[in-house]
């Protein structure tokens, strides 16, 4: 059979994605495999840009947003999913092959949830956020060095990072404490260098405020009590189309905000919240919980009402927990409806 009758007959094809080799499984209306091929980047846009619109799969991987928004380009009917989903449904042992063929089984599923591919305005958000992350991160590594540093020199001073900013041009100034001249010029750069990653941060905070300001989804989530422009901008990157979710709750669980079931027909057993969900959108919406949760206590509208009442009755983590849940619940319906949060005043009691 010619390769072109067989680019005809493909109606699904699974696309196994690595850094310049890309594995292809094709098959036809009935399911049965009649492509299986090995591109370069390159060979395999140019393959895909002469074939007809098919439904492709492929793993949500560095690198598959690009691949993917070239393939929806060319008009095919692009879809994503992550790694966990895909692997029930490799078979023996794991290798490229094998893995394409999963991919392209595991994409016709009628219950599998696909990841939204995200557009380039999405991408930047997503690197500006994780590259603040990372420097924030470089930061308090460094910040707790020369904390552990200055205690060999027997000097101890507190480990909060402002208070470390703060005391170092005092003891680089102080020539009775035991420093020799070596260490306190090392410690001049490694202050420099504090101070450096205190301006990128500065920087990517403005940015952030920036794009939020501008961005009008970003200014309707933030009329949620707890989602500044950190958070706001953090959903939008990730969400993207919010119809990809049937309901609030969705979200919510997709998020990893909703608790583990441990359920039988005899009952249903919850247990806490899991690792499930993005670990980074879940500790700004646990963050903005508790800021708000804490202002909470001074509020008389219907939703402060209903989480102090819950905060007394089940504890602060608890009460913490649901906030954030409710929040993204109320980022759908904002999303979806495309209208801003209303607080509903309570009775008073």
């Known amino acids: 059979m010619g390769k072109n009758s067989t680019r005809k007959e493909i109606k699904v094809l699974g696309i196994d994605t690595r850094e310049n080799s890309f594995h292809l499984h094709g098959v036809d209306a009935k399911g049965n495999p009649v492509f299986r091929e090995h591109y370069s980047r390159a060979k ?28 929806k380009n060319m008009g095919h009917d692009v879809r994503m999913m992550v790694a966990q989903r895909v692997k029930p449904y490799v078979k023996n042992k794991k290798n490229n092959r094998l893995d394409s063929a999963a991919i392209c089984e595991a994409v016709q599923q009628p219950m599998m949830r696909f990841v939204t591919i995200k557009s380039l305005e999405q991408q930047d958000i997503k690197s500006l956020h994780r590259m603040r992350n990372k420097t924030i991160s470089h930061r308090t590594a460094l ?14 001073i507190p480990t909060g990072p402002d208070q470390v900013r703060s005391l ?88 990893g905000l909703v608790p583990r079931q441990h359920s039988t027909e005899e009952g249903t057993c919850l247990a806490r919240i899991g690792n499930q969900g993005d670990a980074y959108l879940k500790m700004l919406l646990l963050h903005g919980a508790r800021s708000a949760l804490i202002q909470a206590r001074e509020k008389k509208d219907r939703l402060s009402r209903w989480v102090t009442k819950l905060e007394k009755r089940r504890g602060w983590n608890v009460a913490t927990v649901a906030l954030a849940a409710k929040n993204a619940r109320i980022v759908w319906a904002l999303l979806a409806k495309g209208e801003t949060f209303k607080v509903a005043e309570a009775e008073e009691s």
């Open 143 to 156: 910040n707790n060095m020369i904390y552990k540093l200055l205690m060999d020199y027997g000097v101890v």
């Open 44 to 71: 395999m846009l140019e393959f895909m840009a002469n074939l007809k619109p098919c439904l492709v799969g492929i793993e949500a991987c560095p690198g598959a947003h690009h691949v993917a928004r070239e393939l």
């Open 168 to 255: 170092i041009p005092k003891i680089l100034n102080d020539t009775g404490n035991g420093l020799t001249e070596w260490f306190r010029d090392e410690l001049r750069q490694l202050n420099d260098q504090l101070l450096h990653f205190d301006r990128r941060i500065h920087g990517f905070d403005g940015q952030i405020k920036d794009i939020s300001r501008e961005n009008q989804s970003c200014r309707m989530l933030e009329t949620i009590p707890g989602i500044d422009p950190l958070t706001s901008t953090a959903l939008i990157a990730a969400i993207g189309d919010v119809s990809v979710f049937k309901n609030g709750r969705a979200m919510a669980a997709w998020l």
